[in-house]
């Protein structure tokens, strides 16, 4: 089994617009959307809203017992997040601040303090003869999303496990979030492959650089292509000179094209348009499979 | 004052609204919180003053002092120590710098060092303050570098342009925590849709009044306009799509700068964020 990623460094690149298409041109056992923060890829997909959801729970976030709580404001002391404050006598939480280290419930004298599970977000699992579909969802106010970002990946991997017999011939296509935070360390671990998703803008080759830097460090092999590369050529040199340096394959060049934003504008996949940036897409799949 | 900038969704021109708010408005204080990809002085290119190293507190074992008793490969909630071949391990990345280990080692084995994780630089451009904050590749958390950054300002009553990070996890979170105001840019598509949802739901958990730009716009029927009537969430602002923007965008050009249109678009933006603010 190969394991595609799909990242960008840069949001709106287009990474979600590739993992469609990819995904409707090779027609994989199974894929996933990496990006809980903001999940796209079942709308591309037009997936009917089946699937199996489960609770996800993230940290736990801490509880004072305002029974037993004496103020003695130990607890807000040692807090490196900010998240506990006097309110009159006691102490309360604030939630949104609080990253379940644990250390208030651990200081306390009183035992005032528990560490409560709370459902932080949503897992969505598809499973259906042709594929394996796993996404989520971050539930807003309950931060870190790395974590989140591995049960979905996990989600899918068990799917496959359980129901793929000959797993040597298979292909997960997995879509990324922008960004070199955690949930995209979170979603290289164990790829095969990391497509990198560019444009030929001063953002779009800076936030590239520090993408390579970040997958060197976990030693991820990488390809690049560039999307929109008509925008502006002399960016797009640029781009493909940075990828000789790096030694990262050039794997192709999509074209600024308008049906691919009426596409988005529509939720449907460039792929069902006819037009110049479709071609381009089905030769990068091609070169990328090479290289895979 | 201070404004945020952000879209759930990335690529709807967060940045772009930013850094050409912040030239709009006269002595502005402009904040790239975006740390994981901080691409407003790509804009702006100013000589860097002042640059801060941002550190956080990780833990240092002595392994002389430590019995392997485990305690705080127990107590870590975040999976940063591991206790492998008589060794204690410690995955400084994944660290969230709570401190709890050095206080559950009975041995006194466990010391906290400083660790850098990034960068704030501070230039200025004109009679404005740009202030970036840049993360270290390779490390997971931005949340540090930004917490930092808020604490360079000095005010004194000049309007503050926070560019936040994509998406709605806890980057997001430390940078319109502060704010008086969340700018939400959308683009006029289903996909973005979704995400401006998520990150209304977000902001408005936080209390916080919310004004919509949509960018790349074209004068069709499209879905952002209907959710907005439907929660009387206030359009402020229309960028109609527009081939030349994205080339001179892509060039690092300051649109204002470039084009009276939008000298007197962002100008208008501010004062329907003003008049929003104060009714």
């Given at each position: 089994m190969k394991q595609l990623l799909i990242i960008s460094g840069?949001?709106?690149?287009?990474k979600t617009t590739l993992a469609t298409a990819f995904i409707k041109l090779g027609q994989p056992s199974a894929f996933a959307d990496c990006d809980v923060e903001a999940p796209n890829l079942h709308l591309l997909l037009e997936m009917p809203d089946l699937g199996k959801i489960t609770d996800y729970y993230g940290m736990d976030k801490a509880g004072i017992d305002r029974d037993i709580?004496?103020?003695?404001?130990l607890c807000a002391t040692y807090?490196?997040?900010?998240a506990i404050k006097k309110q009159g006598n006691y102490y309360g939480i604030e939630s949104i601040k609080?990253?379940?280290?644990?250390v208030c419930e651990y200081i306390c004298p009183e035992k005032a303090i528990t560490m409560e599970q709370v459902v932080s977000g949503k897992l969505k699992l598809y499973t259906t003869k042709d594929y394996i579909f796993s996404t989520a969802r971050l539930r807003m106010?309950?931060?870190?999303s790395g974590k989140l970002v591995a049960s979905v990946k996990k989600q899918l991997l068990d799917a496959v496990d359980q129901?793929?017999?000959?797993?040597?011939k298979h292909l997960v296509v997995i879509d990324g979030s922008p960004g070199i935070g955690c949930p995209v360390i979170a979603s290289l671990s164990g790829v095969d492959m990391a497509l990198i998703v560019t444009e030929p803008s001063v953002s779009g080759i800076s936030d590239l650089k520090r993408l390579i830097q970040t997958a060197k460090i976990f030693k991820i092999a990488l390809s690049v292509c560039i999307n929109k590369?008509?925008?502006?050529r002399d960016n797009s040199n640029l781009i493909q000179q940075l990828c000789e340096d790096e030694n990262i394959p050039m794997v192709g060049k999509i074209p600024f094209d308008t049906n691919a934003f009426e596409a988005a504008k529509n939720g449907?996949?460039?792929?069902d348009y006819n037009s110049g940036a479709t071609e381009a897409i089905k030769q990068i799949w091609t070169n990328l499979i090479k290289q895979l | 004052m201070k404004i945020a900038v952000l879209s759930?969704?990335?690529?709807?021109g967060k940045t772009f609204v930013a850094v050409n708010l912040a030239t709009a408005i006269p002595n502005s204080i402009y904040l790239d919180?975006?740390?994981?990809e901080p691409n407003g002085n790509l804009f702006f290119r100013t000589d860097i003053i002042t640059t801060e190293i941002v550190r956080v507190k990780v833990p240092t074992v002595d392994q002389a002092k430590?019995?392997?008793?485990?305690q705080c490969v127990e107590f870590c909630k975040f999976n940063a120590l591991a206790h492998i071949g008589n060794q204690l391990m410690i995955f400084?990345?994944?660290?969230?710098?709570?401190?709890g280990c050095t206080l559950v080692c009975p041995e006194d084995a466990l010391k906290e060092v400083d660790k850098p994780v990034g960068r704030v630089e501070i230039g200025r451009y004109g009679n404005r303050t740009i202030i970036s904050g840049i993360m270290d590749p390779?490390?997971?958390?931005?949340v540090p570098i930004i917490t930092h950054l808020f604490k360079q300002i000095n005010a004194q009553n000049r309007t503050q342009i926070i560019d936040c990070p994509a998406g709605s996890s806890c980057t997001v979170i430390e940078s319109i925590q502060d704010v008086d105001y969340c700018l939400l840019v959308t683009e006029p598509t289903r996909l973005s849709l979704d995400n401006l949802k998520m990150v209304y739901e977000l902001a408005s958990l936080l209390n916080k009044p919310c004004g919509i730009v949509i960018n790349k716009y074209s004068n069709t029927s499209n879905p952002i306009e209907q959710f907005c009537v439907a929660n009387n969430i206030p359009i402020l602002s229309k960028i109609d799509f527009d081939l030349r923007l994205a080339e001179i965008c892509a060039r690092g050009i300051i649109a204002v700068e470039d084009n009276e249109n939008y000298q007197v678009a962002f100008s208008s933006l501010h004062q329907a964020i003003l008049k929003e603010i104060n009714t």
């Open positions: 840069k949001g709106g690149t287009g709580c004496v103020g003695c404001g807090c490196r997040f900010g609080c990253e379940g280290c644990g106010g309950y931060g870190v129901t793929v017999q000959t797993k040597e590369y008509d925008i502006d449907r996949s460039v792929i | 759930g969704k990335g690529g709807t919180c975006d740390v994981e430590c019995n392997g008793c485990r400084d990345q994944i660290c969230h710098s709570c401190g390779g490390e997971e958390s931005g």
